[in-house]
């Protein structure tokens, strides 16, 4: 394993950011990431892991040991008639694996196609798109604890999984390192085009017959039409979560506006976060090299040559006019470092 020093993290963040890292290497095995956090440990400085750096905001130089994680490799553990167990190592890119799921004919992730980042970062985000959310289709996973540089399992309990969250976000965050993940796949698959956007999008292209192919086609359509491509304009995709409000509150919002979305669940009626950005006007703004997308409220974006910490102090600003216009908490899904 290769360690190297001041490196820029531009490459290794989808914003775009240019922060550096005072040491930096890649994990190819677990072998790897023992190595790095015995290093750390000696240098007495944190070690950070990289995924696809999808979902970073960086605001500051890093005095730590950036480790980017590319465990690779993807096979079948278990299979019967109806269903398959695939295990993938956590550096796999997460569209490309589920492009190979739908090529073996696997069906269960082709709603969740060209969502960027790793493997390793679906469970600990428990990343969803269009009706389906990783905890629909989590087996189990194998992460590396830092401190005693043991590989432990964990299955669905232990996930405790959360709308974009999971143990990982949470009680145990920064103690365990994501290796591989196993997922459970069927091969009679049950189609979810329960979004009017998907139903509309196979019904503009005159897709009679339905298959996990066409779904995925629709969704990428869909995603690459409101989100723009990080290679051409630095963001991080989602930056905030949709938030969940009581349905008392809802229906006085609804009262107030009554084009605002609403999704009942489990836990009160779920807002579109990009609608209330929008609504309070945000949508398409610029402040010198960062802003807010002009398709997409929810995506904030570096034009070029942004900073970490301006980005953070625009979604300040959003954050405090949603909550003065609706009375609304908006809470950010990227991580920032």
Known sequence: MKIQ???????????????NARFFTVAESIADFKE????????????????????ILLTQDQNALIVKNEIKGIKVTKESENEVFVEVG??????????????????????????????GASPMQNIGAYGVEIKDVFHS????????????????????????????????KGKYIICEVTYRLSKQPVFNISYGAIQET?????????????????????????????????NSGSFFKNPTVPAEQFEKLKELYPTIPGY??????????????????WKGYKEGSIGVHDKQALVLVNHGGGDGAQVAKLSEKI?????????????????FL
């Open 5 to 19: 020093e001041n490196i820029s993290l531009k490459p290794y963040n989808t914003f775009g950011i240019d922060k």
């Open 36 to 55: 790095a956090l015995i290093f750390s440990k000696e240098k007495k400085i944190p070690a950070i892991i990289l995924g696809g750096g999808s979902n």
């Open 90 to 119: 956590a550096g796999e890119n997460w569209h490309e694996w589920v492009l190979f799921s739908i090529s073996q004919g696997w069906s269960g992730i082709e709603n969740l196609s060209l969502i960027p980042g790793t493997v």
């Open 141 to 172: 996973l194998k992460a590396l604890n830092r401190e005693t540089l043991e590989l432990e399992a964990f299955d669905f309990e232990t996930c405790d999984f959360g709308y974009r969250e999971s143990v990982f976000k949470n009680k145990l």
């Open 202 to 234: 196979l019904k503009a292209h005159g897709i009679q017959e339905l298959s996990i192919k066409a779904i995925s086609d629709a969704v990428i359509e869909i995603r690459q039409s409101k989100l723009p491509d990080p290679a051409q304009i630095g």
């Open 264 to 281: 009942p669940n489990e836990n009160g009626v779920k807002l579109a976060a990009g609608w209330l950005i929008e609504q309070a006007g």
């Open 319 to 335: 954050q405090k006019s949603v909550f003065e216009k609706f009375n609304v908490k908006l809470s950010p899904e990227v991580n």
